[in-house]
């Protein structure tokens, strides 16, 4: 199978896991606005965010070198065994000390972040899911070292979200909004965790007895050193703005600004789902010295997360009303910030594949210069603007150090690699994308007189029409057609009739 085939196939499979990840992660937020309110929704995104920020001392930047060295060692099975149990083993030690810690100071973090003693009880509840999402993240990226991308989709973006809505509901119905709020985080972890234990087993030949017996690599933890910074960095950025909305207003405030977040946060998860097949390929490509396919890989990548995209971008800077009303009327004042943060995502989305390409062409410490130079920028932004723009100026902060991170990161990918994003049939999407924008302004005074939620699905049903037939229009290109009768080749027999 062909690069354009496999990627699209194995970016196919993780799309799929997204949207479903994002429907029951979005289902979470909708259950928790609906029954628990805005508190105890900022409540949960303020501590999901310290956890998720502790997360990535436990992974140690150690996701993306098993990616590269599994590469590396391609015919090596015995070393690739070992640099897994290795990151493994010492992963587990380090999610357990970052336990101890939110454990010991989960009472001043609660108070710095102005949440009353249920948010310290939900870090420590939630602190217990380190080890397992450690474990689960190094998993899944090992298996996608060897080319196989669908057990690391299913257990982080199916059945960890999965478990957690359905134990959710369960703890609301039987023992009330408190244990329904702290209790499921850690136990869908450990469910997921012994799902996809036997799958790395499978699929690399790692076996318990591997990890346990396994030794200090030193050079893959001093490659994974900086990568820890840019991860750092990186979850540090992603969650800043809910992390000093905390700090700066109340867990009301952070629960009716989480939901715009949450989702806007969808246009970006396209990206997600196309890097991860495509940073193993990368990594060879450019260990192979093989820049022009490296471009090709590039350009192409790029030009099918932004034809994705442009639709999910168009809803929600046109309806955004429509959109948050679906989560209650209390969480209406956020839609400004809903527009400006679906601005800042299709930003990442579109150019987020800028860092991967510096990251998996060796130039780790510039990525961690990258990340340190927009974290700095955003502290500064958001302890400007937050004060006095609340939810908006959150917004407003994300979408300024994502703008010009994407224009740094694609001059150094240029100067450095001699390669660019842009290829020439990068104006297609945007020009169906005009033409979906002009029907929907044209018919939004039908949409007035609807309820939201069926306002939301003929407009989504109209932006998406008219937006496909477009790019029916302006031609599919070679590599689209290849990848097209490749993987539905009854098409291809239809045409030859």
């Not at 850690?186 to 997921?192: D, F, H, K, V, W």
Request: glycine share 8%; proline share 4%; with cysteine.
């Amino acid at each position: 199978m062909s690069r354009n085939a496999q990627i699209a196939g194995q970016a196919g499979i993780s799309l799929g896991g997204f949207v479903f990840g994002q429907a029951a992660r979005y289902a979470f937020n909708l259950l928790v606005a609906r029954l628990l309110g805005a508190e105890y929704l900022g409540t949960y995104a303020l501590a999901v965010a310290t956890i998720q920020i502790a997360e990535v001392f436990a992974v140690a930047g150690l996701d993306s070198t098993l990616l590269r060295f599994i590469n590396v060692y391609a015919n090596d099975p015995q070393r690739q065994r070992a640099v897994i149990g290795s990151a493994l083993k010492a992963s587990f030690l380090f999610a357990l000390c970052a336990f101890l810690m939110i454990a010991i100071f989960s009472g001043p973090i609660a108070e710095l972040l102005h949440g009353r003693r249920l948010l310290q009880v939900a870090l420590c509840c939630y602190g217990a899911a380190l080890p397992f999402n450690a474990a689960i993240t190094l998993s899944g990226y090992a298996v996608q070292g060897f080319r196989q991308l669908q057990p690391k989709v299913v257990a982080m973006h199916v059945l960890s979200p999965l478990l957690l809505l359905l134990l959710t509901l369960l703890f609301e119905y039987s023992f009330g909004a408190e244990a329904a709020l702290c209790f499921p985080f850690a136990l869908s972890a450990a469910g997921t965790f012994l799902w996809i234990l036997p799958r790395l087993s499978r699929v690399t030949g790692t076996v318990p007895g591997d990890i346990l017996s396994a030794r200090f690599d030193r050079d893959m933890f001093s490659y994974a050193l900086p990568f820890m910074g840019v991860s750092l960095l990186g979850m540090t950025t992603h969650w800043l703005d809910i992390v000093m909305l905390g700090m700066f207003t109340d867990t009301a405030t952070v629960g009716m600004y989480h939901p715009a977040a949450r989702t806007a946060g969808i246009i970006r998860s396209v990206f997600l789902a196309f890097s991860g097949i495509a940073a193993p390929m990368l990594a060879e490509l450019h260990a192979g010295t093989d820049a022009r396919e490296m471009e090709r890989i590039f350009r192409m990548v790029t030009r099918w997360t932004v034809s994705i995209i442009v639709p999910a971008t168009i809803l929600f800077m046109a309806m955004p009303g429509t959109v948050l009303g679906i989560f209650g009327p209390q969480f209406l004042p956020g839609g400004t910030a809903l527009v400006v943060l679906s601005a800042s995502s299709f930003l990442q989305a579109a150019f987020g594949l800028t860092a991967t390409v510096l990251a998996m062409g060796g130039y780790a410490r510039l990525s961690l210069f990258n990340a340190l130079a927009g974290l700095l920028l955003q502290v500064a932004l958001n302890a400007l603007l937050i004060p006095s723009m609340g939810v908006n100026g959150a917004a407003l902060s994300n979408l300024a150090v994502f703008l010009l991170l994407s224009t740094v990161r694609t001059a150094e990918v240029r100067t450095l690699l001699g390669i660019h994003p842009f290829g020439r049939a990068l104006w297609k999407p945007f020009a169906a994308g005009a033409c979906s924008v002009a029907l929907l302004a044209a018919a939004s005074p039908l949409f007035a007189a609807l309820a939201p939620l069926w306002a939301f699905a003929f407009a989504a049903l109209l932006t998406l029409v008219s937006y496909l037939l477009a790019m029916l229009l302006l031609k599919l290109e070679e590599e689209e057609k290849e990848v097209i009768f490749k993987l539905l080749p009854f098409i291809n027999k239809l045409k030859l009739r």
